[in-house]
């Protein structure tokens, strides 16, 4: 595929510069080592190219990676003052009763004891009761499954984010 067959959003960010295009990568994934090797697979042709990429340094992310990564997550239910992504994110709780939001905030901590980390889930298109039953079902996980869990679920995030990113004008 030659340059001008490479859709327009995707192209803009083969030619930000470098430092423009970190800042934007870490806005899609906290993780340093992530963004890092994305950026030094560009250009890309095709955004199914990036998102290859962005598995690919998914699978290659250790335990102190993945956790940088999650540090820029909030917990599902309460999701970051001022940020229309998370907000948009979690919109199924949006919705959830004060009840919903009461156990959600009681198996957020729960897991968090359990893992030392946030409970990670991409919740576009979840209902709060669908991440309630999760969270119910993930608590139990041995530490390592869990680990793995989340990977997947912070690639079906990174794949979102970057489409937003690549997205035409």
């Known amino acids: 595929m030659t340059s001008t067959d490479t859709p327009q959003g995707l192209a803009r960010f ?4 470098e430092s423009a ?8 994934c906290a993780s340093t080592a992530w963004a890092g090797q994305l950026l030094a697979a560009r250009p890309y042709a095709t955004p199914e190219d990036l998102y290859a990429a962005s598995d690919a340094a998914m699978a290659d992310l250790t335990a102190a990676d993945l956790a940088e990564a999650m540090t820029a997550h ?6 970051q003052p001022g940020d229309p992504e998370s907000t948009r994110e979690q919109a199924g709780m949006s919705a959830a009763s004060a009840a919903l939001r009461a156990e959600m905030l009681e198996l957020n901590l729960a897991y968090q004891e359990r893992f030392g980390h946030v409970f990670l889930i991409c919740a576009t298109g979840l209902t ?7 969270v119910r079902e993930r608590i139990g996980n041995p530490p390592e499954k869990e680990r793995e869990t989340v990977r997947t679920e912070l690639a079906k995030i990174n794949r979102i984010r970057l ?3 690549v997205a035409e004008d």
């Open 14 to 17: 083969n030619t930000l510069d």
């Open 21 to 28: 295009a970190r800042a934007a990568l870490l806005e899609a």
């Open 74 to 79: 909030p917990p599902i239910g309460r999701p």
């Open 128 to 134: 709060g009761e669908q991440m309630r039953d999760a």
């Open 163 to 165: 489409a937003r990113l």
